[in-house]
């Protein structure tokens, strides 16, 4: 995040190096900067100066460089030229081999060091105008306009201290708010990039997406830029001004973007470069007017064992600019509707798959579900897209980044310790055969049956789908990940460092189970990750397995619940989905807890039950111990009880 004084993209300091011909003055300009007086003895170069940042007017430090030939070499030159933000040439008005000396030797030696289209600003400075009164510009318009590099010349006194302060805020200036990145002299007006970039800044700002800066919309401008809103008269003032400039810059008394561009040119043709350049870098941009990468791309740890989700400010504001576009209210967003809300974003992030990842309607256009589980989805698969995604669309909360709309999870061993998550976002791992079933449990999350789901294009179908389930009241992100095991079988880490963990095995294939049952004993049996065995085309004949153990012998065996039988080949049941997350929700609980959570009747408890009805009075031992294990059945019930009451408080 940028620092307190520092804007997005602005230097952290201005280095300022002063060339031109020994006796011209550069060292007395410096020395009567830091005196505030003429010196009566001046040594041939001045030592470098530091002036600190709370002296200076732009808050930003500021070293000052002195260079003679008396003293140093070519070689230090140039090492001087390449460390320069700002080069200073001074000549002396009276001395007119000195002002030959700029396009004889000066000018082109930067330019050997830096390059014919170099971005280092030049000012020409004329030092003791109080000898002369015949003024140097007119001699030096041809050079400004053949050097396209110098920003503007200035003529001073050291010995009256006659523009002093100003050759050096002019040489901050230059620094710290180029005219090149925005402005075409010649042409006069903005520069593509320039336009570009303040047409984003105008839409972000257009909150309610008619095309025009309402007064509202435009003190909320102010107040974000500059601090302060404009007083109404101010305000109306400006309105006016381009009014009287310019067709169509104002409609409805509304500030178009036509208005808004002409404002900032008529800023920059006044030499009040300083005000779009403080727009620009408070929307983010450098001074090559790209998007900083710390604008974009703010500091954010997330440790391995957890992860990163979006907050309430996250949602919000995605909630703020879903409605600004969707210009129906219909609750969805069509092609076009999706094409201007990213317009201000470099490329579309999108591609067809996402509209199978996420809810949308009969015409595959995202809800405001979808939308709000995509970027759900993306933040916790590649956060650092979801950063400059939000900086893209303009995002602002507080803190003036990104990072107040997201929020980092604890560490999943605390979850299981706890008995509980605290995360809204969970993750199960989808693991089977191919062709039992998991591409369509995965659409079927989404709501799709077999029937809608042949209208879609294959290639466009995702190893993701994310969707919201409802458990005890409350909304939480199920993600389903369809894992894609190796040739061996084999998983990664990735892929067993799931909330959940659900097999999915096709029950008229008898060769399906066995790979599933292997894959378990292999990475799951021995953790406390949560699994859940999901028989598959459930409406279809079911047959045996080629297998030790039979589908529910097998989860009897490993103490997990029955295996749950699904198909979507109709109308698609929420029901497994709910035990997915349930099971998610509550790590670490056995499997009685998690039985009598999901409302399962337990085969293995009525047996249990059974054979202890059926055993002799007379043991009185044993029926002790049977009186204990229920007691502690009991005790987990009311445990699991309290556990969920916590959670609705």
Known sequence: MAGANVAFGQKRDVRILLLGEDGVGKTSLILSLVSEEFPEEVPARAEEITIPADVTPEKVPTHIVDFSFSEQTEETLFEEILRANVICIVYAIDFQESIDRITGYWLPAVRQCLGDDHKTPVILVGNKSDVQENTSMEQLLPVMNQYQEVETCIECSAKNLKNIS??????????????????????????????????????????????????????????????????????????????????????????????????????????????????????????????????LFPLLKVPAACTAELTHQGHHFLQTILEKYDEDKDGHLSPTELGNLFSTCPIMPWGPDVNNAVATNAQGWISYCGFHAQWTLTTLLDLPRTMEYLAYLGYVHADDNQLSALNVTRERHIDMEKKQTSRNVLQCSVIGLKGSGKTSFLQAHLGRNLQYQATLEKEHLPLYTINTVSVYGQDRYLVLHEVETG????????????????????????????????????????????????????????????????????????????????????????????????????????????????????????DVQSNLRQMQVQDRTLWIKAGLGLAVAAACSYMMYKTVKKMHR
């Open 487 to 606: 040739p061996d079988g084999s998983l990664s880490q990735a892929d067993v460092a799931c909330d959940v963990a659900c097999f999915m095995y096709d029950v008229c294939n008898p060769k399906s189970f066995e790979y599933c049952s292997r894959v378990f004993k292999e990475y799951f049996s021995e953790l406390d990750v949560p699994c859940l065995f999901v028989a598959g085309k459930a409406d279809r004949q079911e047959v045996r397995q080629d297998d030790a153990l039979q589908p529910a012998d097998f989860c009897s065996e490993f103490r997990l619940l029955p295996p749950q039988y699904f198909s979507c080949a109709d109308t698609v049941s929420k029901d497994v989905y709910i035990k997915l997350l349930t099971m998610a929700a509550f790590p670490g609980l056995k499997r009685l807890v998690h039985a009598m959570v999901l409302k399962e009747p337990e085969s293995w408890l009525s």
């Open 166 to 295: 100003e050759v050096f805020y002019y040489a901050q200036k230059a620094v710290l708010h180029p005219t090149a990145p925005l402005y075409v002299p010649e042409e006069k007006e903005l520069t593509a990039a320039c336009q570009r970039a303040l047409t984003r800044v105008f839409k972000i700002c257009d909150q309610d997406n008619d095309g025009r800066l309402n007064d509202a919309e435009i003190n909320q401008f102010q107040r974000r830029c500059f601090n302060a809103p404009l007083q109404a008269q101010a305000l109306e003032d400006v309105k006016e001004v381009v009014r009287k400039n310019t067709t169509e810059g104002v409609i409805d008394d509304g500030l178009t973007l036509k208005g808004f561009l002409f404002l900032h040119t008529l800023f920059i043709q006044r030499g009040r470069h300083e005000t779009t350049w403080t727009v620009l870098r408070k929307f983010g941009y450098n001074d090559n007017l790209d998007l900083s990468k710390d604008y």
